[in-house]
């Protein structure tokens, strides 16, 4: 059995009342991230994560800003879309480890709904998924609420 291990990180500025999509949740905020998806930045890391892994490139290869067919489109339906890269190579997802950079709001209460999200796109178990968030001590421009990161590593394995 072959085993690889991919690695995600993803970015995006927060901006005033905008929709605030993270692992498929909607967050309430006054604050929100912005892209040309649904700016969901625990989706794009592990969606990175698992295209790296597979020697796949990247998610804007896949799912370019130019194109208006991925507009606004549900990072869930991008996850879907890279797992079924994955299964063309004859990969299967291990596990899923991801960790989000914010200040405000608070992810805890909803990690469980964005496990269940990402379990349900992905074709895996809750229990593959783990979820962490951290501040920023209130530094630089996470600590400003100007945008929010996150990083996600993942194992893959032949099927």
Same mark, same amino acid.
């Given at each position: 059995?072959?085993?690889?291990?991919?690695? $995600? *990180?993803?970015?995006?500025?927060?901006? /005033?009342?905008?929709?605030? %999509?993270?692992?498929?949740?909607? #967050? @309430?905020?006054?604050?929100?991230?912005?892209?040309?998806?649904?700016?969901?930045?625990?989706?794009?890391?592990?969606?990175?994560?698992?295209?790296?892994?597979?020697?796949?490139?990247?998610? $804007? *290869?896949?799912?370019?800003?130019?194109? /208006?067919?991925?507009?606004? %489109?549900?990072?869930?339906?991008? #996850? @879907?879309?890279?797992?079924?890269?994955?299964?063309?190579?004859?990969?299967?997802?291990?596990?899923?480890?991801?960790?989000?950079?914010?200040?405000?709001?608070?992810?805890?209460?909803?990690?469980?709904?964005?496990?269940?999200?990402?379990?349900?796109?992905?074709?895996?178990?809750?229990?593959?998924?783990?979820?962490?968030?951290?501040?920023?001590?209130?530094?630089?421009?996470?600590?400003?609420?100007?945008?929010?990161?996150?990083?996600?590593?993942?194992?893959?394995?032949?099927?």
């Amino acid at each position: 059995m072959k085993i690889k291990v991919g690695f $995600g *990180f993803d970015v995006h500025q927060l901006k /005033e009342n905008h929709p605030f %999509i993270v692992g498929g949740v909607n #967050l @309430e905020h006054y604050k929100g991230a912005f892209g040309h998806s649904d700016a969901d930045v625990l989706l794009h890391a592990i969606c990175d994560a698992l295209l790296g892994a597979a020697n796949l490139r990247d998610i $804007g *290869f896949h799912f370019k800003n130019t194109d /208006e067919k991925w507009k606004g %489109i549900s990072s869930l339906i991008l #996850l @879907e879309e890279v797992v079924k890269l994955l299964k063309e190579k004859h990969y299967e997802i291990g596990n899923i480890d991801a960790m989000l950079c914010i200040e405000e709001p608070k992810i805890n209460p909803h990690i469980l709904q964005m496990q269940k999200n990402i379990a349900k796109a992905a074709g895996i178990s809750t229990d593959d998924i783990s979820i962490k968030a951290t501040t920023n001590e209130q530094m630089g421009f996470i600590g400003r609420e100007e945008g929010v990161v996150a990083y996600a590593v993942c194992l893959i394995q032949k099927i």
